[in-house]
């Protein structure tokens, strides 16, 4: 199982990162990857905590599997937690391979649909459509949903300590990014136009994470209050 789980890993980045790099650069001529020099500190520890716990998860948890099997003695100066594979059934951990793969697929397949304004992080300089259709009309971030629902697969196919604190991390700092980084961005460049997206679509699953819209008048007297300074207090 720990192979696979590193396959899967492997796909993973091959699949909805690399590659996908590689298209963008044909059709776009950019490579579409927008890591600024302006971020801010949250916006680049989420990004590290987002790949370290992807590495904890997809990486650290199947080698340390393969490296002490269940009932093999743990090596000497090795903390045993670190290495002790959660009794999870064989069912389930094939449910969560095939959670994996869906994930890959999934990731890969609402890049596809972001088109032109696919990147990875933001770039002000740039303008770009906001896209609505396809898994966009369901979720608000279908691309991290679907890598939570890789890291979650991963998490169940080879279950232990380290894989649980990598999903949690990279939960953690995908809510992080969203919310402090990509949604003040999103609001920013497209206005009205994404409040009104943000008011009935959730932010990672159906429904949940929404923003109901303000009535006209509070929206413009919170404009003006921000304007002025004030707290409206």
Do not use: K
């Amino acid at each position: 199982m720990s192979v696979a789980v590193l396959v899967l890993t492997a796909s993973f980045v091959a699949v909805p990162l690399a590659a996908r790099i590689v298209v963008n650069r044909r059709r776009t001529g950019e490579l579409g990857v927008r890591f600024t020099r302006a971020a801010g500190a949250a916006q680049r520890w989420a990004w590290a905590a987002v790949v370290a716990g992807g590495g904890l998860t997809g990486v650290l948890a199947p080698v340390a599997e393969l490296a002490a099997p269940a009932g093999a003695a743990v090596p000497r100066g090795v903390p045993e937690f670190l290495l002790a594979t959660l009794p999870v059934p064989a069912g389930l951990r094939l449910v969560g391979l095939a959670l994996a793969v869906a994930g890959v697929v999934s990731t890969s397949a609402a890049q596809s649909a972001m088109g032109a304004s696919w990147r990875i992080d933001v770039d002000p300089s740039r303008h770009t459509p906001l896209v609505t259709g396809g898994p966009f009309a369901l979720v608000r971030n279908p691309v991290y949903t679907a890598a939570l629902i890789w890291a979650t697969g991963q998490t169940l196919a080879c279950p232990s300590a380290v894989s649980l604190t990598g999903l949690a991390v990279m939960t953690g700092a995908l809510q992080v990014l969203v919310r402090r980084v990509e949604e003040p961005y999103l609001a920013r460049l497209h206005g009205d136009a994404y409040r009104d997206y943000t008011s009935h679509v959730g932010r990672f699953l159906p429904r949940l994470g929404t923003h109901p819209q303000l009535p006209a008048n509070a929206a413009q007297r919170r404009a003006e209050s921000a304007r002025g300074g004030g707290t409206g207090g």
